[in-house]
T-cell receptor, first 110, second 113 residues
Framework: DQQVKQNSPSLSVQEGRISILNCDYTNSMFDYFLWYKKYPAEGPTFLISISSIKDKNEDGRFTVFLNKSAKHLSLHIVPSQPGDSAVYFC?????????FGKGTRLHILP | KAGVTQTPRYLIKTRGQQVTLSCSPISGHRSVSWYQQTPGQGLQFLFEYFSETQRNKGNFPGRFSGRQFSNSRSEMNVSTLELGDSALYLCASAEGRGAYGYTFGSGTRLTVV
């Protein structure tokens, strides 16, 4: 059973607008969450992370929000740029391994 | 600093054959993990090695195995290949144990025919 769920396989957003990618997880004991970005024919690249002691973490255009009671996190990209078109994976750290969601393909439209 | 290097980049094998994939971690990194990416299952953890010892193993059959050498380079082997083993195999390395600092390679695309 999937422990990390990204229910939107794809998302299209106009360039310059906000992209919001969502992720749900099942285990309330998870305490470290990550977002990765992946281009075709490349490995995932770490984007941003958040620990369960925080509810928000920002890094430039990227902000991750964590709602522990809802077991939900989201990645906001503002403003969206053409180079942001990629697959985004939500992930959690458990026992020194990364458990990934199935990814959301983000298309930034001109 | 060179990144994580995986060889070969692409591979085509026949059902029943075996295959060995190689991963050279970033210099100084002692932890290596392997992941399988398929369209249906996404990215799934295979195993983790640290200082030549397997520390963690995912839920894969025994046909999937790996090892790590004293120079931290790692290989994974899949025996008796099945069509469903067609996937992108990704290696990631980190300085120490724990997945916080993992850097991924570009992967080996394995096609089983």
């Amino acid at each position: 059973d999937q422990q990390v769920k990204q229910n939107s396989p794809s998302l299209s957003v106009q360039e310059g607008r906000i992209s919001i990618l969502n992720c749900d997880y099942t285990n309330s004991m998870f305490d470290y969450f990550l977002w990765y970005k992946k281009y075709p024919a490349e490995g995932p690249t770490f984007l941003i992370s958040i620990s369960s002691i925080k509810d928000k973490n920002e890094d430039g255009r990227f902000t991750v929000f964590l709602n522990k009671s809802a077991k939900h996190l989201s990645l906001h990209i503002v403003p969206s740029q053409p180079g942001d078109s990629a697959v985004y994976f939500c992930a959690v750290l458990q026992d020194d391994k990364i458990i990934f969601g199935k990814g959301t393909r983000l298309h930034i439209l001109p | 600093k060179a990144g994580v290097t995986q060889t070969p980049r692409y591979l085509i094998k026949t059902r029943g054959q075996q295959v060995t994939l190689s991963c050279s971690p970033i210099s100084g990194h002692r932890s290596v993990s392997w992941y399988q990416q398929t369209p249906g299952q996404g990215l799934q953890f295979l195993f983790e090695y640290f200082s030549e010892t397997q520390r963690n193993k995912g839920n894969f059959p025994g046909r999937f195995s790996g090892r790590q050498f004293s120079n931290s380079r790692s290989e994974m082997n899949v025996s008796t290949l099945e069509l469903g083993d067609s996937a992108l195999y990704l290696c990631a390395s980190a300085e120490g144990r724990g997945a916080y600092g993992y850097t991924f390679g570009s992967g080996t695309r394995l096609t089983v025919v």
